[in-house]
């Protein structure tokens, strides 16, 4: 049981990670690098909080507001700390934008974080994997459970459930951007 979830649950990871850096990189090919000012820099209060529901942690985020011109004036908040990044105001930064939807912004700088966490998942996943393999034992491995009716029908039901509930839903996920609009149009 113990390689199933070491296993299922670290390819379940590594393939989770692929697919968020393949749709994090159809998006960095469709985007287009512009000029942005930091217009302002505002607190943000992560909040960690524990099993029961209780506050953890309060850590305070500076992050930057950025304009940028595309056609029009937008400005949107990136989700990159400031300070770690020794961002000031009125300091010029490359904004990311595709150009179809130019509402849809983010720090170059944010988008090579978010390739570094991809790369985490998927080690993250191998290492699962490693152990999962590792675990197996092939006097372990049966396929009796095939010749109980009971079963057949639970796992009939199963991949069911999975093909007409679950298939839908991972479609459509596939088929949705990796990030969402964050800027909004502003006055010159």
Do not use: W
């Amino acid at each position: 049981m113990d390689t199933i979830i070491f296993l299922g649950g670290g390819l379940l990871f590594v393939l989770l990670g692929f697919f968020l850096r393949k749709k994090h990189q159809d998006f960095m090919s469709k985007c287009i690098t512009v000029n942005g000012v930091i217009t302002d820099i505002v607190e943000k209060i992560n909040i960690t909080r524990n099993s029961l529901g209780g506050v953890e942690d309060r850590k305070v985020v500076h992050t930057p507001i950025v304009q940028y011109k595309y056609n029009k004036l937008y400005e949107f908040q990136s989700e990159i700390d400031a300070n770690s990044h020794y961002l000031k105001k009125s300091a010029n930064v490359e904004v990311l934008i595709d150009p179809l939807k130019p509402k849809v912004a983010k720090l170059l700088l944010g988008a090579n974080e978010n390739t570094l966490f991809f790369k985490i998942i998927i080690g993250i996943g191998s290492f699962l994997s490693i152990i999962g393999t590792a675990l197996f034992n092939p006097n372990d491995f049966s396929l009796d459970f095939i010749a109980d009716p009971v079963m057949l029908l639970i796992i009939t039901a199963v991949l069911g459930f999975l093909y007409f509930k679950a298939l839908p839903i991972i479609t459509m996920i596939s088929m949705a951007d990796i990030y969402t609009e964050n800027a909004k149009e502003v006055e010159d």
